[in-house]
Structure formats: structure tokens, C-alpha cells
């Protein structure tokens, strides 16, 4: 079974730019996660799908972070601007039904904001 | 708020002590509590899952227990090894929708 893929696995930017993460969950894992992981901190989550449809973002910055997952598969998180405090792991995860169990997590996008 | 906390912060044994690794959380009314595993640029590996209704999981040399009451979770692994080496984080959900609120880890270090 092919894991979670995201891409790219390293980036690096200068505050005020855009970015934007990809994530390809398990095939038929109805619910995708993002986490963001800041050095010497557990993953924070950031938002959560059930399919196409956004479960939790209580924690997304929205006013510059958005998410979104077409077609209930594929999801792409985009920061705009970035902060240089954005710096961090971006981990995408994916389970097969809303809970914790079966959690499957990608390894993840290592963001540095300069 | 659900606060997870971990502690030690870091940890080395020789090869073949046994590791225990603790965890604990401020609301006792968790769905469910996890223990990953994570590498170096790699990301998380989930090692057990406990319920609410249990009390312990068993993996090979894991085991993990869990005490809502007073709040903790312990993973114990036997005869550690080398590759065993890994930050170990706890993670717990409380409720159904998979949300996992998690501590900052233990990282461990097992000598040769």
C-alpha cells in the first residue's frame, strides 16, 4: 500500500512570499490532516477534511493560510504571505474514516521562512 | 484546553535497559490516546492506540497503559536497542472526529 506522498520536501522562501504544500492521501482515505510541526513542539493541527468538506479549522490562521481538498483526494495548503514564525514541518496525514484510528502520516515539507 | 505533556524531554540508555516513557494530560475525558513514533525527516509512525475503555496495548517489546483518572499514559519498551533510537511522542483525541492534541516528545537515545 502506498503511503501519504507530499511534495516538495524542502522549501525555502523570504517572508512576505507565497508557498503552497501538496498532499496525496491513502487511496480511499476519506479523512485528510494538516499538521504543522514548529522545532522542539509536537504537530499542531491545523485542519481537517471529511472528504471534500472542512471538519475543524478552529486552528488555521486564515488570514493568510488557506486549504483546500478538490474532489475529496488531492489537498494543497497555501500560505500567503509567509511569516518568518511559519517556519516549520508541514505534515499531511489521512485515515480511513473520521477518528484515530488507521492515522498514516506523510513525510512531511520542511518550510523556512528567511 | 487539552494540555499533553511528556517528560523527560530527553533520554539515553545503554542497550537492553528498559524505557519508560511518560505521558500526561489535563482532561481525563479523552476518546482515545496514541503513542507515535518519529526519525529524523521522517514523518510520524504510529506505534499503539489505546481506547477509553482500555487499559493497556501490547506490541511486541511496547506496551503502553493508560489511567484516565489520574491523567497518564506509559509506554514501556523492553530491552531497548540501538535502533530504537527516535523522539516518541503521545497524542490523545477527545472526541470521535480524529483531532490529535500532542505532547512534545521524549527523544531517546540508545547507546551500543
Sequence with gaps: EAGVAQSPRYKIIEKR??????????????????????????????????NNGVVDDSQLPKDRFSAERL?????????????????????????PT???DGYTFGSGTRLTVV | KQEVTQIPAALSVPEGENLVLNCSFTDSAIYNLQWFRQDPGKGLTSLLLIQSSQREQTSGRLNASLDKSSGRSTLYIAASQPGDSATYLCADSTDSWGKLQFGAGTQVVVTP
Design chain 1, 71 to 95: 474532489k475529496g483526494v488531492d489537498s494543497t495548503l497555501k500560505i500567503q504571505p509567509a511569516k518568518l514564525e511559519d517556519s516549520a514541518v508541514y505534515l499531511c496525514a489521512s485515515s
Design chain 1, 98 to 100: 473520521q477518528g484515530a
Design chain 1, 17 to 50: 512570499q507565497s508557498v503552497a504544500f501538496w498532499c496525496n492521501p491513502i487511496s480511499g482515505h476519506a479523512t485528510l490532516y494538516w499538521y504543522q510541526q514548529i522545532l522542539g513542539q509536537g504537530p499542531k493541527l491545523l485542519i481537517q477534511f471529511q
